[in-house]
């Protein structure tokens, strides 16, 4: 079985900036991909971020510029650096990887933009 950890959410002020991590219970390696995926009170799940086995990256238009997803192999753990938050970056955020086939998901960390 796969575990993700996330952790690291908060209240944060508009302008201020949060690390997020995910800690894995197998090598990243393992996965083809894993992503930062988001959920806002009464929206659907959206991607915000996501890093696959060769180390490209994607993210949404939003938070382009803004955000940096990023890994550490030997701590078997993916990063989202998030910079420049706004009230609307508010929401429970998902850690995600995929493994043959299937999605993993963690418990979710809260994050919360607000003065």
């Known amino acids: 079985q796969v575990q993700l950890v996330e952790s690291g959410g908060g209240l944060v002020q508009p302008g201020g900036s949060l690390r997020l991590s995910c800690a894995a219970s197998r090598s990243i390696f393992s996965f083809r991909v894993m992503g930062w995926y988001r959920q806002a009170p009464g929206k659907e799940r959206e991607l915000v971020a996501n890093?696959?086995?060769?180390?490209?990256?994607n993210y949404a238009d939003s938070v382009k510029g803004r955000f940096t997803i990023s890994r550490d192999s030997a701590k078997n753990t993916v990063y989202l650096q998030m910079s420049s938050l706004k009230p609307e970056d508010t929401a429970v955020y998902y850690c995600?990887?995929?493994?043959?086939?299937?999605?993993?998901w963690g418990q979710g960390t809260r994050v919360t933009v607000s003065s």
């Open positions: 890093i696959k086995l060769g180390g490209s990256t």
């Open positions: 995600a990887a995929d493994l043959l086939g299937d999605r993993f």
